[in-house]
């Protein structure tokens, strides 16, 4: 019975590198979320995947992020030419259908941009 | 952007106390959630209300639910120490995504 793993748990990064953050969801889960949460913004929707539809992305705050979900399972984020104001906790959840039930989180990756 | 409020920022009590924490939102929702966090990382599920229910109980947890006012209600009955984190709100539409208010801090005192 395994919930949401995320890794890596903490990611340090330097400026303009670029990050690949990881998602593994509840088994047999078919929608799967990031969020991300900062001291200035609180806990904000980047994107979401629901089986095999068109992801939506309107919560991604620029064009230097980006999300993959491969065989409706695993999820990789990745955020190009990082930036400091990108440092936040970013998480990930699922759930078993989109609407009616509710979301599992993983524990979070903390990403720090220096 | 943050849909809901939450109500008040932080609280403290003494165990064996009861909490209440309100949330208000601004549009209809599908359902309301209330997650738990503990030190700033991953979030617990606590408990779901959908927009047609107005009252759901679980274990020392009690949520209402006022549509007609958007807003909710999470009453933490007879709290221990261990109930000390961050609560929040979110409300799903027919979207799916969450949207969160930004948190009551809950401090239990021994």
């Known amino acids: 019975g395994a919930g949401v793993s995320q890794s890596p748990s903490n990611k340090v990064t330097e400026k303009g590198k670029d990050v690949e953050l990881r998602c593994d969801p509840i088994s047999g889960h078919t929608a799967l979320y990031w969020y991300r949460q900062s001291l200035g913004q609180g806990l904000e929707f980047l994107i979401y995947?629901?089986?095999?539809?068109?992801?939506?992305k309107s919560g991604l705050p620029s064009d230097r992020f980006s999300a993959e979900r491969t065989g409706g399972s695993v999820s990789t984020l990745t955020i190009q030419r990082t930036q400091q104001e990108d440092s936040a906790v970013y998480l990930c959840?699922?759930?078993?259908?989109?609407?009616?039930?509710?979301?599992?989180f993983g524990p979070g990756t903390r990403l720090t941009v220096l | 952007s943050q849909q809901g409020e939450e109500d008040p920022q932080a609280l403290s009590i003494q165990e064996g106390e009861n909490a209440t924490m309100n949330c208000s939102y601004k549009t209809s929702i599908n359902n309301l959630q209330w997650y738990r966090q503990n030190s700033g990382r991953g979030l617990v599920h606590l408990i779901l209300i959908r927009s047609n229910e107005r009252e759901k109980h679980s274990g020392r947890l009690r949520v209402t639910l006022d549509t007609s006012k958007k807003s909710s209600s999470l009453l933490i009955t007879a709290s221990r120490a261990a109930d000390t984190a961050s609560y929040f709100c979110a409300t799903s539409t027919s979207y799916g995504k969450l949207t969160f208010g930004q948190g009551t801090i809950l401090t239990v005192h021994p």
């Open positions: 995947f629901q089986g095999n539809s068109a992801p939506d």
């Open positions: 959840a699922s759930s078993l259908e989109r609407v009616r039930n509710e979301q599992f």
